[in-house]
């Protein structure tokens, strides 16, 4: 062990949360007071609700430290540091003693996110001491074929992570059997599902596990050149990757003649320029080739004919980070976790209405119960669960009814959601489900290319249909001609982000139908979010009279004498909310 | 190419195993819907309405690129698919200004006639956007109205992959996305070629020729004007379309006889100038291999190209025949030649050409195309054009007598005629050139080898002794590909015939519209070309130089092919241009 | 439409000629290689901090490729400006879970303080301001980055304070160190 470690998370949330203030606060101490104390850099691991975390490792044992501001710093380093005295109150989780965070970890098993938040991602040795590179060595020295290799991927029954399920086996051996001259392996971490940030803390936190998956998958299929399509709203996690592949040529461990083995791969970096269409493979492939990023029809898929029309193997970030374990420990390793049909483990994104928010990695075939209401935490402020939203914009939501369903790909699609990338956000009794749907939707007409009637044309009109709704002028033929149109766009729409733009309106109709109803019906909103169809009310009983909502109403919409009840004019009203949060009485009230 | 075996609706045929589902169902008899999809132009499978059932395919096919397998079973027609071509249309005319009564394209439009088909209800998804007519009419051959558009992008692929200008493509992205130029730019501050094929293959009323009917009526009701009407040899080949009359049926004679009814006072052909240019650019050929003049000489007939050449590839502006087309020479002659003779004034003279072609628009406002002092051609009009002419004078097409031209300008050779396929006017100059440097009759003026539908098609005769190479080509990707074979030294040729469009004149921008499902299945181009054949193997003057019209013009006005006065009537300069 | 794209430019201002030859590094280090119109358009986008239209120009005329293509890749992708930006691009983001968390009140209080819409530029050149789609940092939202800096559990005074201490360091001189 020898010295004492003080780790700092340093990744986009944590920076976000103030996490670089702290570390610089904690490297003037160590500089002003000579402290000898090893000062290191860490990425995210995953406890994000807890940011900005500090780890210190001593002869002791693991301290991390959630919540750690300038002052909290200056704190912990002064007793924990200074006078041997951990501040256990400050400590969410530890290896000596249990915390309440323990809900959040203990039910975790960290495949892809093994590495994250416990090295240093810019230091190549770090990797490499965590048996980085161990995979490839070993496929280099026990000679393991090509073949052998595909058949490890396709027996631990691992399937695509970036929403598609697909045997990523399969997948590579579709493209192996193609002859070809040029063969490509382009890593898609492209992730634009909002809510989503599965794949940037693999990136930023563990680089070179997807750069040895690159090398092992091109050794499968027999390409020497990936690319990794990263969108460029992730700085630091493009920074990480440059550093991490300058790192892998100078360490021969890309380039020319891995171990030895007359392989030779190299990878490339090419950045996304914001459109989330990206993220479906064709049109990445014809993103990277310089054009408009419109999807293609398929056949021909990207397997036999892909980038530059060569066989052309695209994976999701967290699909490879699988990759490296999996030839290590042996595919029957990995298939016994997770369920008949979905191995292994899945990560996901924890946001919304939720105690616990951040990254977590279970088995499949944990129900979503247990991920929201024990890993999770539970719904903040007491409120009352409603739905969980998976798979983004092209998903569906969860209602509390199917809160027991395994997470798992067919279970999920059989109560019309689906895996999704892992986003999982959460929607509690003050979410109104029309206005979710109605968010998403904007997303996808936003997104969406143009270039086929269904989408292009179909979910604006969608979409505007739902705008009437929410603003209350939305009629019951309405919801059976948005119907019928959703099921229109679902079989013909050209590419997968059309044929899901409707899931969130469909699933929000099966599930919450009578939300809806009351939106068409009594031009009313339950949840009290659709602002055309909310009204506040004074209440004549409580009202004292005090006259300080009719001051601070900025329309001028609240009339009444002093000591009398007062009353708002539903003209001028703009349903700002300003009334509300000044009455000291409890006398307006949101209907 | 082996075949295979699909059934379609239960029909069985047999297809060439790399037959797309849609033209298997062809076979079949079934015409499955398409509106983007274009035959070696566009196939994007982006409008959804060829969308059908295909065993061992997930979900839907669509017929358009979806290649058969053998034993493949394909359903075109349920009732679940008949019910979302509906939706695809009323989601297209949702975002479609309806103007069809007033719109050129009113009872031949694409989009029209498949709503038609699917009884669609045109208001089912109105949307809240505001359908004003978006034109852009800075461009002097056409009128594009984006409120029309449905997004096929077949003229953005003709732009930019068979003609090679790009100077159209798809700007913004979802909803907002639309054809314009770059940086939106008007188009007439582009490097747009006028070529017209955007409006050919533009399945609506987006894109439509500029209507210069206008000025025409104007000029036959004005008692001051004499008029002179002059169509071109692709013309007779094209007009019956426009009245229901099969695909290459030559209807020259009804054509003058309309003409006449129209009210030109005088009737020409512009295949006699045709001749006139095979007399000039033949001799200006000898010439330049006699005296190591520059070569390949390059035609000059196709105002698409010559402008094409003048962006793009200013270094053979030298190569160019200094012949004007034949449309400017015969307009040139008419205000010089004809009006000498008949006692008339160029300025009271109004010379009308009907032209297969929208470039013929820019054409006549070139600089050096005025021989008299005024321009030699006043307007050109598009075969399309004519044909609302004859239909808006009440003539009945079908049933007029044949007529023929008039005389002193409108006797012509086969040579002349055929100038409208793909490979004519190097036939037509071979004709002529073989001969004088033979110096006997040939035996056999057919040349067949610079026929035909190939890409870039190449020859080699011997002409006393000189072997000369020739080469043809149509449509700009195939020309940019010789002519930089040319440039790199790769080939070496005398002769080169260049026309801008694809296929030849007859496939040129003015020509009548046809739908996605004739243009699919029938070689316009072929169909078309081989009326002007089969009228030229009809005939007994089949070479230029015999014109005894054109022989006249040379003995009692020109002197001959070359002369000083030849020169400043027939021939033009060109300009080096700046792309944007 | 919450998340909305720069508007194209429509007149040139013709005070500011780009000196192109700060794009030949770019030019060069892609001409000729595959693939290379959205890098050859991001690396100008990073040199103008917009991708002025001498800029496409040079690259079409450097590489050949055509400038309609090039324009309309440069409009189909959100991250490519054709209008010059303000010094600082603040960008809230509107993802789901920042949606959720009222993402919608830090972009109505940021165009109130600093007087400008979606999309504009402040008159002083200092700021404009952008709705994105998603900026992965869910866990802390709402999220808005100005920069390389990201900003989370924001409030919509929170973010303006932030905004105007920006203000403040730009307006200030710049500090001169003297080398010991």
């Known amino acids: 062990m020898g010295k004492t470690q003080v780790i700092v998370g340093l990744g986009s949330c944590g920076i976000a949360a103030g996490a670089g203030k702290t570390y610089e606060k904690i490297k003037a101490l160590k500089e002003a007071e000579n402290l000898t104390f090893e000062l290191k850099k860490t990425s995210c691991v995953g406890m994000c609700y807890r940011e900005p975390l500090v780890e210190i490792i001593d002869e002791t044992g693991t301290y991390l430290y959630g919540e750690i501001d300038e002052i909290r710093a200056v704190e912990i380093i002064d007793k924990h540091i200074g006078q041997q005295s951990p501040v256990k109150e400050y400590v969410v989780s530890s290896d000596l003693f249990s915390t309440p965070e323990n809900e959040f970890l203990d039910d975790q098993v960290k495949i892809v996110l093994r590495n994250c938040g416990r090295i240093d991602p810019e230091r190549i040795e770090e990797y490499e001491a965590r048996q980085g590179y161990d995979a490839l060595r070993k496929i280099a020295t026990e000679n393991i074929s090509s073949t052998d290799v595909i058949q490890k991927i396709l027996d631990s029954g691992i399937r695509g992570r970036g929403g598609g399920g697909f045997p990523t086996g399969m997948k590579w051996k579709f493209a192996a059997n193609n002859v070809a001259d040029e063969k490509y392996i382009i890593c898609n971490a492209d992730e634009g599902d909002p809510g989503a940030f599965m794949d940037r803390s693999v990136l930023e936190g563990d680089p070179h596990a997807v750069l040895e998956a690159m090398v092992i998958a091109g050794y499968a299929i027999g390409a020497t050149h990936g690319y990794i399509y990263v969108r460029a709203e992730y700085p630091i996690a493009v920074k990480r990757l440059r550093i991490a592949i300058d790192q892998a040529r100078k360490y021969g461990l890309l380039g020319k003649n891995i171990f030895g083995s007359g392989f030779d791969f190299n990878i490339d970096i090419r950045l996304g320029a914001g459109a989330f269409v990206c993220g479906e493979e064709t049109a990445l492939l014809t993103s990277i080739e310089g054009n408009r990023g419109e999807p293609k029809n398929k056949p021909p898929f990207p397997a036999n004919k892909g980038l530059f029309a060569q066989p052309t193997i695209i994976n999701n970030v967290e699909t490879l980070a699988n990759i490296p374990q999996i030839i290590l420990k042996g595919p029957e390793w990995f298939s016994s976790m997770g369920t008949e049909t979905s191995k292994g483990t899945k990560v996901f994104a924890l946001g919304g209405k939720i105690n616990n928010t951040g990254l977590v990695e279970i088995p499949m075939g944990t129900t979503l119960r247990k991920i929201l209401f024990e890993i999770g935490g539970g719904i903040p402020n007491g409120k009352k669960f409603k739905a969980a939203q998976t798979g983004g914009p092209s998903g569906g939501c969860i209602p509390a009814q199917h809160l027991d369903t395994p997470i798992d790909y067919e279970s999920l699609k059989a109560i019309g959601s689906m895996m999704g990338s892992g986003g999982l956000i959460v929607m509690d009794e003050d979410n109104c489900m029309v206005d979710v749907a109605r968010f998403f939707l904007e997303f996808t007409v936003d997104e969406s290319c143009g270039k086929c009637t269904p989408c292009r044309i179909g979910t604006r009109r969608l979409l505007e249909m739902l705008n009437k709704i929410t603003e209350g002028k939305g009629t019951l033929e309405d919801l059976d001609k948005m119907e019928e149109l959703c099921h229109y766009i679902q079989k013909n729409a050209l590419c997968a982000l059309g044929q899901t733009a409707p899931n969130p309106v469909l699933s929000t109709l099966k599930y919450f139908r009578d939300e809806y109803v009351a939106h068409v019906v009594d031009k009313r909103c339950p949840a009290g979010v659709c602002k055309k169809l909310v009204h506040y009310e004074i209440d004549p009983e409580k009202c004292k009279g005090c006259t300080m909502c009719a001051r601070k109403c900025p329309a001028g919409a609240i009339s009444g004498n002093v000591k009398e009840p007062h009353v708002i004019d539903q003209n001028k009203c703009i349903k700002c909310g300003t009334c509300m949060e000044t009455c000291k009485f409890g006398a307006i009230s949101k209907k | ?580 | 439409m919450r998340i909305a794209r720069i508007q194209n430019q429509k007149n040139d201002s013709t005070d500011n000629i780009p000196d192109l030859e700060l794009l030949m590094p770019v030019i060069n280090k892609y001409k000729g290689r595959k693939g290379n119109l959205i890098p050859l358009l991001q690396g100008a986008q990073h040199i103008y901090g917009y991708i002025p239209r001498e800029a496409f120009e040079k690259i079409s005329e450097e590489t050949g490729l055509q400038l309609s293509d090039m324009y309309g890749v440069a409009t189909f992708y959100s991250q490519f400006r054709l209008k010059p930006v303000g010094k600082n691009i603040i960008k809230v983001c509107h993802g789901t879970a920042c949606h959720v968390q009222n993402a919608n009140s830090i972009t109505d209080a940021i165009q109130d303080a600093l007087n400008i819409k979606d999309t504009e530029t402040t008159d002083d050149g200092l700021f404009t301001l952008e709705s994105v789609a998603c900026l992965g940092c869910c866990s802390l939202a709402p999220v808005m980055m100005i920069g390389d800096n990201t900003y989370g559990k924001l409030t919509g005074k929170e973010a303006v304070r932030i905004i105007k201490d920006i203000r403040i360091k730009e307006s200030q001189p710049a500090e001169v160190t003297i080398e010991k």
């Open chain 2, 1 to 580: 190419m082996d075949k295979v075996t699909v059934k379609i609706n239960g029909i069985e045929v047999k297809v060439p195993a790399n037959a797309t589902i849609l033209e298997a169902a062809h076979e079949a008899g079934v015409r499955i819907p398409t509106l983007c999809y274009l035959k070696d132009i566009n196939a994007i499978a982006a409008c959804r309405m060829c969308l059908v059932q295909a065993s061992g395919v997930r979900g839907q096919a669509a017929a358009c690129v979806t290649q058969v397998a053998d034993g493949m079973v394909v359903e075109t027609n349920t009732p679940e698919l008949r019910e979302a071509r509906k939706k695809t249309l009323e989601l297209l005319l949702s975002n479609h200004r309806m103007d069809c009564l007033s719109c050129t394209r009113n009872g031949d439009c694409e989009l029209q006639a498949l709503a038609r088909e699917y009884g669609v209800d045109q208001y089912k998804y109105k949307g809240s956007e505001d359908l004003k007519p978006q034109y852009e009419h800075s461009a002097p051959h056409l009128i594009r109205d984006n409120s029309k558009c449905i997004l096929c992008r077949r003229c953005v692929a003709v732009c930019q992959h068979n003609q090679h200008a790009a100077v159209i493509g798809t700007n913004e992205r979802g909803f907002d996305t639309h054809v314009g130029c770059a940086f939106d730019l008007p188009l007439g501050e582009t490097s747009c070629i006028n070529c017209g094929q955007c409006i050919a293959v533009c399945p609506t009323g987006a894109l439509t020729e500029r209507d210069d009917t206008g000025p025409v009526w104007d000029a036959i009701a004005d008692p001051k004007k004499h008029v002179i009407v002059a169509p071109a040899p692709s013309v007779r080949a094209q007009l019956g379309e426009c009245f229901g009359m099969p695909i290459g049926t030559n209807v020259e004679g009804k054509m003058v006889a309309a003409l006449r009814r129209l009210g030109f006072d005088k009737v020409f052909d512009v295949d006699f100038a045709a001749d006139v240019t095979i007399m000039e650019e033949g001799t200006e050929l000898l010439e330049r291999i006699k005296n190591g003049g520059k070569l390949p000489l390059l035609t000059s007939c196709s105002p698409g190209w010559i402008k094409f050449c003048e962006y793009y590839y200013p270094e053979m502006i030298g190569n160019l025949s200094s012949c004007k087309s034949p449309q400017q020479m015969l307009g040139a002659l008419a205000k010089t030649y004809y009006a000498e003779k008949e006692g008339l004034d160029p300025k009271d003279i109004f010379v009308v050409s009907i032209m297969p072609c929208t470039a013929k628009k820019f054409e006549c406002a070139r600089d050096d195309e005025s021989a008299a002092g005024v321009p030699d051609v006043d307007v050109s009009l598009t075969t399309r054009e004519l044909a609302s002419m004859i239909k808006r004078a009440g003539i009945v097409f079908t049933e007029l007598k044949d007529e023929k031209f008039d005389p002193i300008m409108g006797v012509a050779s086969g040579a002349g005629h055929i100038f409208g396929a793909t490979g004519g006017v190097m036939e037509a100059a071979l004709r002529t050139v073989s001969e004088i440097v033979n110096g006997k009759p040939l035996e056999n003026v057919e040349f067949k080898a610079v026929r035909g539908v190939e890409a870039i098609k190449e020859a080699e005769y011997d002409l006393n002794g000189t072997k000369v190479r020739v080469a043809a080509t149509s449509g700009l990707e195939n020309a940019c590909k010789l002519l930089d074979m040319i440039r790199s030294g790769e080939k070496d040729y005398h002769f080169v015939e260049i026309m801008a469009c694809p296929g030849g004149c007859v496939n040129g921008g003015g020509q009548p519209h046809q739908p996605g499902y004739v243009r699919n299945f029938v070689d316009l181009s072929a169909e078309r070309a081989k009326a002007l054949y089969s009228e030229d193997s009809k005939m007994k003057l089949r070479k230029s130089h015999e014109n005894p019209f054109v022989k006249k013009l040379y003995e009692t006005y020109l002197e001959k092919p070359g002369s000083h006065k030849a020169h400043e009537i027939l021939h033009t300069t060109y300009v080096k241009r700046k792309v944007y």
